[in-house]
């Protein structure tokens, strides 16, 4: 599966970006979800909690940014397990499958 993720600044609160993100069915991009993640410049994190509508349950996803680079989990609450990872980079295609 392919991926795509737009990261944009919130212009009104610099800690804050908006962050939407595609996947690509049959040659098309398919809209996943759109978060407002808050950004740690010391911790160089992206964090959100938002509620899982088909679980009722609570997702967290975590992003580690590295330059060009964002690895990243979802973790699912209340179980505290990991539901997905991610490792995208600017101007890759993302990944064939979830890790």
Known sequence: ????FI?????SHP????LAADKMVNGKPELMGEFDFAYDAAKKTLTTEFKIPRTGGTGVWLFNVDGDKIDG???VLPENEIGRRVNVARGTAGADKPH
Request: no cysteine; glycine share 0%; hydrophobic share 50%.
């Open 1 to 4: 599966m392919r991926w795509s």
């Open 7 to 11: 990261i944009l600044p919130e212009l």
């Open 15 to 18: 800690a804050k970006l908006h």
């Open 73 to 75: 989990t979802l973790t």
